[in-house]
C-alpha cells in the first residue's frame, strides 16, 4: 500500500490516513526515501528533520488509533519555506549571518499547521532574505528546476515549488511580495495562490504592519492547494492585519458555474513578454470559453505600479535590513544591500506619493473589474531561465533597468491587492513550464480558485511528473 | 404625536416611523425646529439642508405608503460630518480654501447611511482637515459645550458630538485619528465609538492606505450607536480596507453577561490626569464591580505609543497636505503647518522605526488584553477647557510639549487599533461632562458595546438634556 504514495494528492493522502488504509509513518517514509533520491538532484530542502518528522507521524498515528478526529492535513508531510520560524529547527532566512538560527517558536502559520495535522519534514529554500525570483543563496547554493536541472526554478518559494513538483511533498507553504508564491509556481508546473492581505495569520515578525507581504499555500492541484488553505485562515490575533474568514469554503468540492464569465485577457502596457511565454498563455483562450467565459482582450492601465512596489519594498528594507547593512562586514547580497540604500534614501514624501499612488492604482483596477470578473495574464514575462544567470535583463530585446523588473508581471498585480493564483498552462517548445495567472475582483474574491481548478480540470499539465522524479 | 420628537432616541424614532406612528417629515420638522432654536447657541450644524431633509422625509413616507421595507434607519435625521463628502451638499473640511466645495458624490459611508434610511439635515462642524480635539475653524468659527457654551465640546467630531446632546439629531458620523470620536463625545456626554480599522468604510480619500483614521457612529446612547454602527458596516470594494462585517449583532439587543469578567482599570506610564476627571471615572470602579466585574488595578505600559502616533499623524500630513502647505498664500492654521513641515522632515528609516514600535506595542497589548478582557480609563486626561483656549498646554502642573499631548489618553489607543468606545461617565462639580473609555481585546472584539451598554444601564448619564436644549 505504502508503494508510490508519495505520487498521490494531499485530499487522497488525507483520506487514506484518516480511513486508517496508511498510516502516517506510511507516509512520511514514501516521501523521505523520495527526497533522499532526489532531492540531491535539485537542491529543494536545505533542512531535513527525518527523526522528527517520523515522531510526529507516530504520535499522530496513535491519536488516530485512540479515535481522535484526524485534522485536515493530518499526516501530510510538509515542507516550510526557510523564511518562516520552525521550533527546534534551523531557520536561516538563505542568511549567513542566520546560518545556526534555531527558533524557540513555531510561527504562527506553522503552529496552525501544525494542529491541521501537517507533519514539518524539512525546510525548503530561499534566496537571501527572500529577495528576489532566483532561488540562491551562499549558505545552500542554488535550488534547480526539477523539469530542467540546468533552469532556475524560480523564486522566492522557490524551494517549495520544487519539492513539490518533484514529488517529495504533498503540500508546502510560501510567501510572496512581489510574486514569490507565483513566479516559481510557474517556473516548477505546481499551483501558487497570492491571497489577499490577512486571510493567512502570519509572524511574529519585525514589521508586522507592512501591507504587501502576505504568507500562502502552494500545492500540485487547486484542489490540494484550497485543502491548505482551509488550515491556514482564520483570525489569530497575534497578527495585527489578521481578518476573519471561513474555513470551510475550502475545504468543500471548488465547483462553480462560469458561463457567461466575463475574463478579460489583459495587456498591462509597458510589459513585456517573451513570446514562448505569450504563446502557451494565448492558446488558452479556448480553454476559457470552453468553460464558458467569455473572454475579451482588454487593456489594463497599470501606471504608478512599478514606482509604487519599487518604493514601498525598498522602504521596507531599510526598515528591516538598514542596521544590518550597515553592520560592518555585513555579507548580504549586493542587489539586497542596493534596495536597503534605496530606501535609506527615501523620505515621508517619496512614500506618501506612493501611497496615493496606489490608492488611485486601486480605483482604477476597480473600476476595471466591475467590467470583467477576472483577469489572466501570463505569471512570468519570462520561462525558466539558466540557474547561473543571477536575474533577467533584457526581453525581446528591451533591457530591464532593476533586477526585479523582469517580474513585474507578478508585482503590479501585488500593489492593489487582488487574490492572485497561478496555474500551470503548458510548456514551451524547449519544456519548460509556463504558468498562467488569474487575478480575482477584489480582495474578499476568493473564487479564483474555482476558476483556476475549472481551468485545471481541462489541462491536467501538472500531473506530468518531472523526469528527475520518476 | 410629534411633540418632543426630538428627544426620542434613534431606534425609537425608527420604530414609530416604521409603524406609522408619525411621518419622517414629522421628526424632520421636529429637528429642524431644534435646530432652529438652539444651533444659534452651540454653533454645531455649519451647514443646513432643509429643503433638501424635508424632499428625502416625503419620499420616504411615500416609499412606506407603497409597502416598502424600512431600512435600519429610515426616517431619522442625521448631521455628516463636514470632513465628509456629501452630494450636493457644501463640504468644507473647516478650510478656507474648501469654502465653495460642492461634491458631486456621497463618501461611501454617507451612501450607506442614505441606503438605510437616514436623512441628512446637514453639516456638522469639525476643526480645519479635522486636526486637533478643540472644534474651531475660520470658516465657521468654535462650536460651544451644550452643557457650559463658554467651554469647548472637544474634537474633531464636535459639531456631531454638540448637536446630539443638543437634540438637533438623533445619530451622528464621525471620524477619529487620535480620538475624535471619542473626545468631542466625553465632553459632550454622548456615546462615541471607534470601531477598529476595516469595519467602517469610506472614501474615496487620496490615501485609502493610512491605517490610522477609520469612521463611525455617535450617538445618545449604545442602543443607538449600535443601530447606526449596523447600516456602516460591511464590505465595499472601493475602500481598500475594507473587511466583511455582519450588521446582525448590532440590530439586536445588546446583552451580554459579564460576571467574572476581568477588566483592568489602567495606569499608563507617563499619562497626566486631572484630578477631576480621575474623580469622576474612579467612582465607577463599583459600578462595573455591579455588572459583574472583576476589577483590577493594572499597569499598562505604552511607551513608544506617542513617538509612533506622531510620526504616522506627520507622515499623513505630509502626503495629504504637503502641497498644499507649501502654495504661496496657502492660510492652513498654524499648527497643522507646523505637523507637516514635521512629517516632511521625516525619512524612510523614521517611518520604519514607527511600524517596528506599532508591531512592538501591539504585540505588548495584545499579552496584557491576555489577562484581562478589557481596559478602561479616562477617556480624555481633562474636563472641557474654556472655548477660547486653543489646545491644553498643562496638566496638574505638567507642561505638555505638543498641542496634542493632552489627548494622549485617545491617540495611544489609536497606535495597536483595538475598538474603543466612550460613554458618559458623569459630570464634575462644576458639570461639565466627563466620559469613561473601554478598550476592547482586538480588532474584531465588538463586546464593548454590550459592556458600554451594561454601564450605561446603570447610570444613565446621557438623558441628562442640557439646559440649552431644553
Known amino acids: 500500500m505504502s508503494e508510490g504514495l508519495h505520487l498521490k494528492s494531499a485530499r487522497e493522502l ?19 526515501k523520495q527526497i533522499e533520491r532526489v532531492n540531491p538532484v535539485v537542491n529543494a530542502i536545505v533542512t531535513l528533520v527525518p527523526d522528527a518528522a517520523r515522531d510526529e507521524a507516530r504520535a499522530l498515528d496513535a491519536r488516530l488509533a485512540r479515535g481522535e478526529e484526524p485534522g485536515p492535513l493530518a499526516g501530510l508531510p510538509i ?6 520560524a520552525t521550533r527546534g529547527i534551523r531557520t536561516t532566512s538563505g542568511t549567513i549571518s542566520r546560518k545556526d538560527n534555531v527558533p524557540e517558536h513555531d510561527d504562527i502559520l506553522v503552529e496552525h499547521l501544525r494542529e491541521a495535522g501537517a507533519i514539518v519534514i524539512g525546510k ?11 532561488t540562491f543563496n551562499e549558505l545552500f547554493g542554488a535550488t534547480r528546476n526539477p523539469y530542467a536541472p540546468d533552469y532556475t526554478c524560480g523564486g522566492s518559494s522557490g524551494g517549495a515549488a520544487t519539492a513539490l513538483a518533484a ?16 513566479n516559481p509556481a510557474a517556473f516548477c508546473n505546481v ?16 514589521n508586522a504592519y507592512y501591507p504587501l507581504t ?6 500540485r492541484s487547486v484542489d490540494d492547494l484550497a485543502l491548505m488553505l482551509s488550515a491556514m485562515v482564520g483570525f489569530d490575533d497575534r497578527d495585527p492585519l489578521s481578518i476573519v474568514a471561513d474555513p470551510e469554503p475550502f475545504r468543500a468540492p471548488l465547483i462553480a458555474e462560469f458561463r457567461g464569465t466575463r475574463v478579460a485577457w489583459v495587456d498591462i502596457p ?6 514562448r511565454v505569450r504563446a502557451v498563455v494565448d492558446a488558452h483562450r479556448s480553454t476559457f470559453e470552453d468553460i464558458g467565459c467569455v473572454v475579451e482582450q482588454a487593456t489594463l492601465d497599470m501606471s504608478e505600479a512599478n514606482e509604487v512596489f519599487q518604493t514601498l519594498r525598498a522602504y521596507y528594507y531599510a526598515s528591516t535590513l538598514g542596521s544590518l547593512v550597515r553592520e560592518p562586514g555585513s555579507r548580504i547580497k549586493e542587489t539586497l544591500v542596493r534596495n536597503t540604500e534605496q530606501g535609506l534614501r527615501l523620505n515621508a514624501e517619496d512614500i506618501g506619493r506612493a501611497d496615493l499612488a496606489r490608492t488611485r492604482l486601486y480605483e482604477r483596477v476597480r473600476r476595471f473589474m466591475q467590467t470583467y470578473a477576472y483577469f489572466v495574464l501570463p505569471t512570468t514575462q519570462v520561462p525558466p531561465f539558466p540557474v547561473d544567470q543571477e536575474y533577467v535583463t533584457e526581453i525581446e530585446g528591451a533591457k530591464m533597468t532593476t533586477y526585479i523588473d523582469w517580474m513585474s508581471s507578478c508585482h503590479y498585480i501585488t500593489v492593489p ?19 498562467l495567472q488569474i487575478v480575482g475582483r477584489h480582495r474578499q474574491d476568493l473564487s479564483v480558485l474555482r476558476l483556476a481548478r475549472a481551468f485545471e480540470q481541462r489541462t491536467r499539465f501538472a500531473e506530468r511528473v518531472p523526469e528527475c522524479a520518476l
Open 191 to 206: 499551483v501558487g495562490l497570492r491571497p489577499s492581505p490577512g486571510l493567512v495569520s502570519h509572524g511574529p515578525v519585525p
Open 167 to 182: 514529488r517529495m511533498v504533498p503540500i508546502a507553504d510560501g510567501s510572496d511580495h512581489g510574486g514569490s508564491l507565483r
Open 79 to 84: 515542507g516550510i519555506k526557510d523564511l518562516v
Open 270 to 275: 509597458g510589459m513585456r513578454f517573451d513570446r
Open 124 to 134: 525548503t529554500n530561499t534566496p537571501e532574505f527572500g529577495a528576489g525570483s532566483q
Open 14 to 32: 488525507a483520506r487514506l490516513f484518516a480511513s486508517r488504509a496508511v498510516s502516517a509513518l506510511e507516509i512520511v517514509e514514501a516521501h523521505l
Open 214 to 219: 502576505v504568507h500562502g499555500p502552494m500545492a
Open 417 to 435: 491587492g487582488n487574490p492572485a493564483i497561478s496555474v500551470p498552462a503548458g510548456f514551451t517548445e524547449a519544456g519548460l513550464p509556463v504558468g
